[in-house]
């Protein structure tokens, strides 16, 4: 089974419906700006697509707190919960050690793993000892994980909006050879949080990633994120 079959059966939609630019379910585009938003926002969003926004000073300030963010970050790890186009849900824990590298490991039943080792993003199977990978310059996530982040050089920015506990930001990486959009949700008390993202394929169809218990800046060794054959023994 290759990726583009994975995601038919939904198991890795949310991570890889733009890294790979496949489709995965038909979903109305407007629910799920809803579901990402949530109470509180503003009703001036941006509409979806690639037009960049003018950002104004307080704007401009929210996405330096981001970049800030995300360049003092080394290391995140928790639990996550994926919810795919179909309103179908699937659990796991994630780690991510900048630059570049981070590891998804689904809940059993599922034996599957999504890996980036900083070069290659892998999709693994480890019930059917299948793999398919991708540079993961080809990917959306390479512009948050990269070692120097600055989104307002890399990407084009089409939302931003904070009300008393989150900020959201829209955007898409300036690269032709990352499709895709994506929408991060950070808390912003009692500091600022990675809190859930939502990933906008090129056919406009919505994943939503919430992650939960989540230590920053923990140690984290790097073999963690070695991509191993499928086959290998499979991670506890």
């Known amino acids: 089974?290759?990726?583009?079959?994975?995601?038919?059966?939904?198991?890795?939609?949310?991570?890889?419906?733009?890294?790979m630019g496949y489709g995965i379910a038909a979903q109305a585009e407007e629910a799920g700006k809803a579901n990402a938003a949530g109470s509180?926002?503003?009703?001036?969003?941006?509409?979806?697509?690639?037009?960049?926004?003018t950002?104004?000073?307080?704007?401009?300030?929210?996405?330096?707190?981001?970049?800030?963010?995300?360049?003092?970050?080394?290391?995140?790890r928790g639990d996550f919960v994926?919810?795919?186009?179909?309103?179908?849900?699937?659990k796991g824990k994630f780690k991510m050690k900048r630059p570049g590298m981070f590891r998804f490991d689904y809940a059993r039943p599922s034996r599957q793993v999504v890996i980036s080792d900083g070069t290659y993003l892998a999709v693994q199977d480890h019930d059917l000892n299948n793999e398919d990978r991708v540079a993961l310059d080809q990917t959306p996530f390479r512009v948050l994980l990269r070692a120097d982040?600055?989104?307002?050089?890399?990407?084009?920015i089409s939302e931003?909006?904070?009300?008393?506990?989150?900020?959201?930001l829209a955007l898409q990486d300036k690269s032709p050879d990352s499709p895709g959009r994506i929408r991060l949700v950070l808390s912003k008390t009692p500091e600022l949080t990675l809190k859930e993202w939502i990933t906008n394929d090129a056919q406009g169809?919505?994943?939503r990633v919430e992650v939960m218990d989540v230590e920053r800046d923990t140690e984290i060794d790097a073999s963690e994120?070695?991509?191993k054959a499928p086959g290998s023994p499979f991670p506890q």
């Open 225 to 227: 994120f070695v991509i």
């Open 160 to 168: 931003v909006q904070e009300n008393d506990t989150d900020i959201l």
């Open 55 to 76: 950002l104004d000073a307080n704007q401009t300030a929210m996405v330096e707190k981001v970049n800030g963010y995300f360049n003092d970050l080394k290391t995140l």
């Open 40 to 53: 509180g926002w503003s009703a001036e969003v941006a509409p979806g697509g690639t037009g960049s926004l």
């Open 1 to 19: 089974m290759n990726a583009k079959s994975l995601l038919k059966t939904g198991c890795l939609a949310g991570l890889l419906a733009m890294a």
């Open 149 to 156: 982040v600055n989104l307002l050089r890399d990407s084009v």
């Open 82 to 90: 994926q919810t795919d186009a179909n309103g179908e849900t699937m």
């Open 205 to 207: 169809l919505e994943t």
